[in-house]
């Protein structure tokens, strides 16, 4: 049995973060075909993975021995404050993006500034990313204990 499910859990926000910023990349440039509640929806859903993930990234923390956290602590604590940062800024996208979508509907403005929030969303999930692959790569911590 995997005791570490952040390995496996991580790897949802990271797809679904970008593939909301690309429906809603093409759903601003196809609106007939393409509507901004889908890209909503899997924003939802990368909302949902990013909190499993923080909490699983949590366990994965308190399973370490103290000696690797000593060693790498400034990388540890790097990734998960990025890793915090990524979390709760997607879920206070998804809120806002959610009640504003429901007041006006489709209003342009309320696209590009979704688009831009996405686009900051996409670094933040890349650089949480990295560093997390730093910690698993370079210090060799991933384990399924």
């Not at 970008?18 to 007939?32: D, G, K, N, V």
Request: aromatic share 14%; hydrophobic share 50%; with cysteine.
């Amino acid at each position: 049995m995997i005791n570490n499910w952040h390995p496996i859990i991580v790897h949802f926000p990271i797809v679904l973060v970008a593939i909301s910023l690309f429906f809603h990349s093409l759903s601003m440039t196809f609106p007939r075909y393409i509507g901004h509640i889908t890209s909503l929806i899997i924003l939802w859903l990368g909302a949902i993975s990013a909190f499993l993930a923080s909490l699983t990234g949590e366990k994965a923390y308190s399973g370490l021995q103290s000696e690797q956290i000593r060693i790498i602590k400034d990388v540890i604590e790097r990734h998960e404050d990025l890793a915090n940062i990524t979390t709760w800024s997607i879920i206070i996208l998804v809120l806002g993006w959610t009640f504003i979508y429901l007041k006006f509907k489709d209003r342009k403005w309320l696209n590009w500034i979704v688009l831009s929030g996405l686009t900051i969303l996409c670094i933040f999930v890349l650089l949480t990313g990295y560093w997390g692959g730093e910690l698993v790569y370079t210090h060799s911590v991933l384990n399924f204990r």
